[in-house]
T-cell receptor
Framework: GEQVEQLPSSLIVQEGASVLINCSYT??????FPWYKQEPGKRLQFIID?????ERKQTQRLTLLFDKKTKHLSLHITATQPGDSAIYFC???????????FGTGTTVSVSP | GGIITQTPKFLIGQEGQKLTLKCQQN?????MYWYRQDSGKGLRLIYY???????QKGDLSEGYDASREKKSSFSLTVTSAQKNEMAVFLC???????????FGAGTRLSVL
């Protein structure tokens, strides 16, 4: 079945700097890739998604890039703020799949 | 807006004990999910259900049972708790199986 990997597992960044999180998946049939964020003590929440017919999606300070050939995604967060400190999860679902397969998560710590 | 409520928030069990976790949602969502979150391993799918009385196994279903007797509720049973087991169990729901997942706050399990 599908497997989703994320790198790095954790990172520390100075407030205002940018962050890059990489994600790779194994199943070429996967077509939908949402990302979720889990702030300390809070519930996981959806932040951005992309479908396999797109290469790039941007919303506010988040940019999500998708490369179908290499089965790779990357999430870029610009102008980081303390509220960006969280665990970020990449996930994938195939056309016929009914549940998301999540990656191992990337813990981002933004220092003031 | 709706909410997903998981009970209990904390669960302490003994080795070999059968333990039940409950999840209720008032979104009127069709699909509900149980994921297990372990540090460094991300979220792993245990069971999901696309409608009342439906059950679908995830990759981690061994050692667990689930029940979806009503559209609004989805329960998970740990059939025999493993000594020193510690994990967070997350319930989620979505409209159908193709949309954003909404998560509960989680049940933290410790087994003595």
């Amino acid at each position: 079945g599908e497997q989703v990997e994320q790198l790095p597992s954790s990172l520390i960044v100075q407030e205002g700097a940018s962050v890059l999180i990489n994600c790779s998946y194994t199943d070429s049939a996967s077509v939908y890739f949402p990302w979720y964020k889990q702030e300390p003590g809070k519930r996981l929440q959806f932040i951005i998604d992309i479908r396999s017919n797109m290469e790039r999606k941007q919303t506010q300070r988040l940019t999500l890039l998708f490369d179908k050939k290499t089965k790779h995604l990357s999430l870029h967060i610009t102008a980081t703020q303390p509220g960006d400190s969280a665990i970020y999860f990449c996930s994938a679902r195939d056309q016929g799949g009914r549940a998301l397969i999540f990656g191992t998560g990337t813990t981002v710590s933004v220092s003031p | 807006g709706g909410i997903i409520t998981q009970t209990p928030k904390f669960l302490i069990g003994q080795e070999g004990q059968k333990l039940t976790l409950k999840c209720q949602q008032n979104f009127n969502h069709d699909t509900m999910y149980w994921y297990r979150q372990d540090s460094g391993k991300g979220l792993r799918l245990i069971y999901y259900s696309i409608t009342e009385n439906d059950l679908q196994k995830g990759d981690l279903s061994e050692g667990y049972d689930a029940s979806r007797e009503k559209k609004s509720s989805f329960s998970l049973t740990v059939t025999s708790a493993q000594k020193n087991e510690m994990a967070v169990f997350l319930c989620a729901s979505s409209i159908g199986d193709q949309n954003t997942l909404y998560f509960g706050a989680g049940t933290r399990l410790s087994v003595l």
